[in-house]
């Protein structure tokens, strides 16, 4: 999985977005706002946005920065307040992970109701790529491993949270291939168990980085 760092001007800044182009043969399971769901895609792009971000048409502006990078056919949108410069990419055996982590307002999924959150900046893009075909169900089994995973590397990051409200994840593997389906990614089966180690190590370490980020604001 390799990702391109393209840069665009937006109101004023400069930002970055990461770019997997794969091409045609692969099938892909994401929560994104713009290509979500499961079924073939060709692209997989990560665009940074401004903190006060207020756009209330998120998946048009996807398309239109996608039609900006040439991309044709169908393709997965993701968007985040995080520094997508500092993407962070870790690899276990042939599984790869890439995370962008950004924790300003880290949040508890089961939360009280009626607490809203003070603001949605920050969020934790996921994009994995297996090698091996999933059944359909393999595809639902390995996001909730992905963010299991996740979790995990947030909390021992010293974050009280288990991510943000906005986090999304995207799950990549081979559309057309003589192997059969895997047919489980659960934590403790052999391809889940990859999934797991390569996204705890990216988002933790990327959970890392930008806690040392926000001490060196509080020391300056």
Not at 59 to 76: K, Y
Request: charged share 20%; glycine share 12%; with cysteine.
């Amino acid at each position: 999985m390799r990702l391109d760092l393209n840069w665009r001007s937006e109101d004023g800044e400069r930002l970055p977005m990461a770019l997997w182009h794969p091409g045609p043969g692969y099938r892909m399971i994401s929560t994104a706002v713009l290509g979500g769901g499961l079924g073939p895609r060709e692209w997989v792009l990560n665009a940074q946005v401004p903190a006060a971000y207020a756009r209330t048409d998120p998946a048009g502006h996807l398309r239109g920065l996608a039609r900006g990078l040439g991309l044709t056919g169908p393709g997965i949108g993701l968007l985040t307040a995080a520094q997508v410069s500092d993407l962070v990419e870790r690899q276990d055996e042939e599984v790869q992970a890439a995370a962008t982590v950004g924790l300003r307002v880290p949040t508890w999924a089961a939360a009280p109701p009626g607490r809203p959150d003070p603001e949605l900046a920050g969020t934790i893009n996921l994009i994995v790529a297996l090698p091996v075909p999933l059944t359909d169900a393999a595809f639902v089994n390995a996001v909730a491993t992905a963010t299991e995973a996740k979790v995990q590397a947030v909390l021992e990051a010293g974050f009280a949270g288990t991510g943000t409200a906005t986090d999304a994840v995207c799950i990549a593997a081979p559309a057309h291939t003589r192997e059969p389906e895997e047919e489980f990614a659960g934590p403790r089966s052999a391809w889940g168990a990859r999934i797991a180690r390569a996204v705890h190590a990216a988002v933790h370490a990327g959970a890392v980085g930008y806690a040392a980020t926000l001490d060196q604001g509080r020391t300056q």
